[in-house]
């Protein structure tokens, strides 16, 4: 455990070494969030109400989304890079270390410009999330689970190159995560918001919390939860089992 708190802390020593970098990359991750917030808030001025969702839900949606990215693609920024580490042999010097791979990899690599995504997620609940110390508990919980089932799906879809050999699959995961749970999932049907509730989980990333925060459901929170166990489950066993068929390239770098 000391040897992955260290990790943490070298990796994140790393992220403010050039302190410039970082504030320009928040600051351009952060206007980015506006832009697509601006978006939402002129759709809902238009239109009202769409399927059960108004711009305040909306606001909570991305609220939710934005932070959990943070968390999955800024502090854990590997997982989006499994698929490629795997296929390049950038695992090689990984395997060496007396810690558990996956945490190893997952914890020693921050994204500084998805650190942007956290901050604009914390002040757009804290602005527009009409925060309450029970609203902010269950928003702390759902992003919790939200950034779990993303970096855990991340993990999963990129660690499918240890058998397919390509590492596309892990960017197209990415892609459609993020893409998928930007909107409010009750805006799909049919077959599509089957999906977003099954293979592509992006429902349960971003729309699901929503409404728990909205207004707390038992029984939808322990679907969230049971979602979250099963995806972060089958991530580990898909990574473990990948890398007793990793083939080293010899790549010896650091991950």
């Given at each position: 455990?000391?040897?992955?708190?260290?990790?943490?802390?070298?990796?994140?020593?790393?992220?403010?070494?050039?302190?410039?970098?970082?504030?320009?990359?928040?600051?351009?991750?952060?206007?980015?969030?506006?832009?697509?917030v601006?978006?939402?808030?002129?759709?809902?001025?238009?239109?009202?109400?769409?399927?059960?969702?108004?711009?305040?839900?909306?606001?909570?949606?991305?609220?939710?989304?934005t932070?959990?990215?943070?968390?999955?693609?800024?502090?854990?920024?590997?997982?989006?890079?499994?698929?490629?580490?795997?296929?390049?042999?950038?695992?090689?010097?990984?395997?060496?270390?007396?810690?558990?791979?996956?945490?190893y990899?997952?914890?020693?690599?921050?994204?500084?410009?998805?650190?942007g995504?956290?901050?604009?997620?914390?002040?757009?609940?804290?602005?527009?999330?009409?925060?309450?110390?029970?609203?902010?508990?269950?928003?702390?919980?759902?992003?919790?689970?939200?950034?779990?089932?993303?970096?855990?799906?991340?993990?999963?879809?990129?660690?499918?190159?240890?058998?397919?050999?390509?590492s596309?699959?892990?960017?197209?995961?990415?892609?459609a995560?993020?893409?998928?749970?930007?909107?409010?999932?009750?805006?799909?049907?049919?077959?599509?918001?089957?999906v977003?509730?099954?293979?592509?989980?992006?429902?349960?990333?971003?729309?699901?919390?929503?409404?728990?925060?909205?207004?707390?459901?038992?029984?939808?929170?322990?679907?969230?939860?049971?979602?979250?166990?099963v995806?972060?489950?089958?991530?580990?066993?898909?990574?473990?089992?990948?890398?007793r068929?990793y083939?080293?390239?010899?790549?010896?770098?650091?991950?």
């Open positions: 455990m000391r040897a992955l708190t260290a990790t943490l802390r070298n990796a994140f020593a790393e992220a403010i070494a050039n302190r410039a970098a970082l504030g320009s990359s928040m600051v351009v991750m952060i206007v980015n969030d506006v832009v697509w601006a978006f939402w808030l002129l759709f809902f001025h238009r239109v009202g109400r769409l399927h059960g969702w108004d711009g305040h839900r909306v606001l909570l949606l991305l609220s939710v989304i932070t959990a990215a943070g968390i999955a693609l800024g502090v854990l920024a590997n997982a989006r890079r499994i698929g490629v580490m795997a296929v390049e042999g950038e695992l090689d010097a990984v395997l060496t270390l007396p810690v558990p791979p996956l945490a990899v997952l914890l020693r690599r921050i994204e500084p410009t998805n650190m995504d956290f901050v604009f997620g914390v002040v757009l609940f804290a602005v527009a999330g009409h925060p309450t110390p029970a609203r902010v508990a269950t928003f702390v919980a759902v992003v919790a689970l939200s950034a779990t089932l993303l970096t855990a799906f991340l993990v999963l879809t990129g660690s499918l190159a240890f058998f397919a050999g390509r596309e699959g892990g960017d197209l995961g990415f892609q995560m993020i893409l998928l749970g930007s909107y409010p999932v009750d805006v799909f049907a049919g077959m599509a918001k089957v977003l509730y099954s293979v592509v989980p992006a429902a349960f990333v971003s729309s699901v919390p929503a409404k728990l925060i909205d207004g707390f459901d038992g029984a939808r929170a322990a679907g969230l939860v049971l979602v979250v166990v995806f972060a489950v089958t991530a580990w066993l898909t990574f473990t089992a990948g890398l068929r083939t080293s390239g010899a790549v010896w770098t650091r991950a």
